[in-house]
């Protein structure tokens, strides 16, 4: 907890004062590494450290960076993920003891920082209110999901986002490939077992297999939304916009 220019460190079961940081502290984010033996501080007017967090002697500079806000360490509380000015993300190794700006750069300033729980995904948001899921084994962007990002799920496989007053879930593939089907939707729907995936709008309704994705289908229809499949995925019901 930041008190006046002091970082301080409580027991949460007694509420009682462990310890506390000289002062030299203030206005700034802070972030606890997950086994609870750093931190993270990024104050306002001045570049960002890792401290002690027991100690709160200073173990290493990140570089002469300012304006840092937002910082994610990752489970094995190696490495920090943290914002720089110009919508630069960088990534600090603790083993290592550098920090490398990472490919994905933000068009405007990085508003929030999300890491999953296993350690391999960050989800970043700007100001445009557009999230980016970025590797962290690679650093290359997996995809751009409209919306800003709130919190991955336990398992890593799903992620919040806020869109407007709607907060959404996304599920995220394991394999980090994805197919684009250029063409008018109004509504689609995959079948129970995800086999299978029907289009609807003013084209008409279409059925596409999904491992690959590919053009299966048309059921030579007139516009027509939404669409609904039996549980048993061998039927679906649709009806006409015009009917």
């Known amino acids: 907890q930041l008190e006046g220019s002091c970082i301080r460190r409580y027991d949460l079961q007694s509420g009682q004062l462990i310890s506390s940081s000289p002062p030299r502290f203030e206005r700034c984010w802070i972030s606890l590494s997950h086994d609870g033996e750093y931190l993270a501080v990024l104050p306002q007017q001045q570049s960002p450290v890792i ?112 869109r ?21 939707v109004e509504t689609l729907q995959f079948s129970p077992d995800g086999a299978w995936l029907m289009t609807c ?3 008409g309704a279409f059925i596409y297999s999904t491992n690959p994705l590919e053009y299966n289908a048309a059921l030579g229809l007139d516009a027509c939304c939404p669409v609904a499949w039996h549980a048993s995925g061998t039927e679906l019901v649709t009806y006409g916009i015009f009917s």
């Open 201 to 203: 709008g003013s084209e």
């Open 51 to 162: 401290l002690n967090a027991h100690t709160f002697e200073t173990i290493a500079l990140l570089g002469n960076e300012t304006h840092s806000e937002h910082s994610e360490w990752l489970r094995n509380s190696s490495q920090l993920i943290f914002s720089a000015p110009q919508g630069v993300l960088k990534l600090w190794d603790f083993q290592q003891q550098y920090h490398v700006p990472l490919a994905l750069r933000h068009t405007f300033e990085v508003t929030s920082l999300e890491a999953s729980a296993d350690g391999r995904l960050i989800c970043s948001t700007d100001g445009t209110s557009s999230s980016r899921i970025l590797d962290v084994a690679n650093g290359c962007e997996r995809i751009q999901i409209p919306g800003t990002a709130m919190r991955f799920s336990a398992d890593s496989r799903r992620l919040a986002v806020r």
């Open 164 to 184: 407007d007053n709607e907060l959404v879930t996304c599920e995220l593939l394991s394999s980090g490939c994805y197919d684009d089907l250029l063409k008018s």
